[in-house]
């Protein structure tokens, strides 16, 4: 975990997992590293949130795997989040409490499936399009964390890979333009503000 800058009620946090991803960023805003997966990106965000003043909203920013042609290569609002590695059904069964269930968030926008598991297999990714378009590794962690101190938050992707056969590989050549996409698209939404 590393926080760069202040955080301020008067501005939002960007919220990222690597450096990678944040390499383009101008530096304006306050900028949280939480490290890959859902225990580092929950730990991290809750820590901040915990610590000092509440930013005016959470902004995830990220790269996501597509689980579905004619996604790649573009940035994408998420509208719901949802846990891919957690068993809800079989956990409400065994202790009768609902866990885990998908988060909304307050745009029209695709489905987003988190799970500590780099996906690249195309077994796995067709099995994960049934109820998701993109695949991450933080954003339902982000989502509950936001949520529970009263945060607005929104979380914003750019598709790296076809989360298949050597995502892996892709995710490595392309994360310098991901990086740029999404400095890019936070420059235009902050002029649109």
Known sequence: MKLIGDVTPERPLLVLALAEEAAHLDGSLP???TGMGKVNAAAALATVLAGGPHPSEVLNLGTAGALRPGLAGRTHLIGTVRQHDLDGRLLAKV???VTGEPLTLPVDGLTLATGDLFVSDPVARDRLAVDAD????EGYALVAVAQRAGVPVRLVKHVSDEAGEGAGKVW?????????ALAQWLAEDLAGS
Request: glycine share 6%; with cysteine; aromatic share 0%.
């Open 95 to 97: 202790t009768g409490e």
């Open 134 to 137: 993109l695949v991450d590794m």
């Open 31 to 33: 900028v949280l590293l």
């Open 172 to 180: 490595r050549e392309s994360v310098d333009d991901c990086a740029k």
